[in-house]
């Protein structure tokens, strides 16, 4: 099975991209994140043409989670209850090898700049957060977390560290708190298979940060430890970050036997 995560930055300018992106890689399930757009504009229809199943927890203009599966699935959104109600969360209960396990895709709240209620609803949203992944390992002990974090992890996982220690995406306060979810019983999936720097998901649009390679590592997979053995590989498919009007993230793409 063919998980990916893609934070698509508005799903209707984009759809051409998912859907070549989703044949491309052959991706059974793909979560995107900041789609955009209300439920009622989500292109659900091109997807169907294609053969895929979608799904969409959106609001007008900001945010939005989204699954584009190749099966029918059983979606929840509401069981977190998002701090300033807004859309960044979407969960789905996946049969594999008779064995269920829970698929959750997230968008972080940014939580720029520091000091203002933006950043303590990002650090209210990653509490209320760490409570629902605790109530839910005790009742399936299978469960994969994936998305746009907004959360860069080490040093490592950004060009000049320096530059980032006063953001929200790098704050230590922040660092530690996706330090605790990972303590609840999930590792860092990409750094199982690559430990090497400039690992990165994001680019800015400005300064040609793509070209420089000036990015950063905010979106990622968190595979629970009774999962690891179904794990072949996680790796970043930058190459979409070259497209014609890409978004400023590139796909995360986990592959599971």
């Given at each position: 099975m063919i998980i990916a995560s893609w934070n698509i930055n508005s799903i209707r300018i984009r759809v051409d991209q998912v859907i070549?992106?989703?044949?491309?890689?052959k991706i059974d399930i793909l979560l995107l994140q900041e789609i955009k757009?209300?439920?009622?504009?989500?292109?659900?229809?091109?997807?169907?043409?294609?053969?895929?199943?979608?799904?969409?927890?959106?609001?007008?203009?900001?945010?939005?989670?989204?699954?584009?599966?190749k099966k029918e699935l059983e979606i929840d959104i509401?069981?977190?209850?998002?701090?300033?109600?807004q859309s960044r969360y979407i969960c789905a209960e996946i049969n594999y090898k008779n064995n269920n396990f829970l698929l959750i895709s997230i968008y972080l709240p940014n939580g720029n700049p520091i000091n203002t209620e933006k950043y303590d609803y990002k650090k209210k949203w990653m509490d209320s957060f760490a409570k629902l992944i605790k109530g839910k390992i005790k009742k399936n002990k299978n469960i994969i977390i994936a998305g746009d974090f907004n959360v860069i992890p080490n040093e490592n996982d950004v060009d000049n560290p320096d530059d980032w220690?006063?953001?929200?995406?790098f704050k230590l306060e922040i660092?530690?708190?996706f330090?605790?979810?990972?303590?609840?019983?999930f590792k860092d999936g990409l750094r199982l298979f690559n430990q090497e720097?400039?690992?990165?998901?994001?680019?800015?649009?400005?300064?040609?940060?793509?070209?420089?390679?000036?990015g950063l590592r905010i979106d990622h997979f968190l595979i629970s430890d009774n999962m690891l053995g179904n794990l072949k590989k996680i790796e970043i498919d930058k190459y979409t970050r070259g497209n014609e009007r890409p978004s400023d993230h590139a796909p995360i793409k986990c592959v599971l036997i």
């Open positions: 070549n992106y989703l044949k491309k890689e757009t209300e439920d009622k504009n989500f292109p659900y229809d091109e997807f169907k043409k294609k053969g895929y199943y979608s799904y969409s927890n959106g609001q007008k203009s900001y945010n939005g989670v989204a699954i584009i599966s509401n069981n977190f209850k998002d701090p300033l109600k220690l006063n953001d929200a995406l660092r530690k708190k330090r605790d979810l990972l303590n609840l019983g720097p400039k690992q990165y998901t994001f680019w800015d649009y400005q300064q040609g940060s793509w070209q420089r390679n000036k």
